[in-house]
């Protein structure tokens, strides 16, 4: 009888624990979900501004914030006159990741759910409201870094088009995400603008963007970035027509990631 009762103990005692670490890493991950969304929205605060710096605290137990770097790379082109013509920017951005190990915790393979903008993955977005990065949680196996429930923060254009008298000016703005400092001193992410690109060009009737994956061989495909646009050969293209003779102004802010700059 003692030993019966000692067996039920046990194996209840055992229950608990899983379930208990099972909702600490779920919590963990919904915690984090929330994180990288506000750090997506500190990016927006810093690109467009040298020198300003933004903070971010998490914490986490079971997971861990990762920088990739050089990860994706967007090309624009510009329609004038009669013929495309390939702007000469460099567009390589790395990208932030809240890694949760499979074995502490398991979206499914292949899942993936929109964090923001929630209804609309192209990475080109319209408004003055609009991202200036995706985020959203994805589980994607095998990847060469390990097997991981993944909430990531992806930098993406945002458009705006005014009409000044007749003449229609359509604005791009990008943030290049860039490898700080990393001395894990703290559970934190610290955002600095580093520099502001412009190019502006005239007589433009259309644009378009590509995005394509330098670390594909990684893991970091177009499955991976699962942008609602135009896929050919791993790479993504949207095409936009514009007002006839329309000026164009391209920002990229430069922002360097440090990952637990200040203890």
């Not at 933004?54 to 770097?69: C, I, K, M, R, W």
């Amino acid at each position: 009888m003692t030993s019966a009762i000692i067996v039920m103990v046990l194996v209840t005692m055992s229950y608990a624990q899983n379930y208990l670490s099972s909702s600490m890493t779920k919590n963990e991950f919904s915690t984090n979900r929330q994180f990288m969304l506000t750090t997506s929205l500190q990016i927006d605060d810093v690109a467009w501004m040298m020198g300003r710096t933004q903070t971010v605290l998490y914490s986490h137990t079971y997971g861990s914030v990762a920088f990739e770097p050089q990860t994706l790379n967007y090309s624009m082109e510009i329609y004038q006159g009669s013929s495309w013509k390939l702007v000469n920017l460099t567009l390589q951005t790395g990208i932030i990741l809240f890694n949760m190990p499979t074995t502490e915790y398991t979206l499914g393979n292949n899942y993936l759910d929109r964090i923001f903008p929630s209804l609309n993955g192209s990475f080109l977005q319209e408004g003055p409201s609009a991202p200036v990065s995706d985020v959203y949680a994805i589980e994607k196996l095998p990847m060469s870094d390990g097997s991981f429930a993944r909430v990531a923060v992806v930098p993406s254009i945002r458009m705006l088009n005014t009409i000044v008298g007749s003449q229609s000016y359509v604005e791009f703005y990008l943030p290049l995400l860039q490898p700080g400092t990393n001395l894990g001193l703290s559970q934190s992410i610290t955002l600095t603008g580093q520099s502001v690109t412009q190019y502006a060009q005239s007589g433009i009737t259309q644009v378009r963007f590509n995005a394509t994956f330098p670390k594909a061989s990684k893991g970091f495909d177009s499955g991976f970035f699962p942008f609602e646009n135009t896929r050919a050969n791993n790479q993504y293209t949207v095409t936009m027509n514009l007002p006839a003779n329309s000026t164009v102004e391209f920002y990229v802010g430069k922002v360097s990631v440090s990952l637990g700059l200040y203890g």
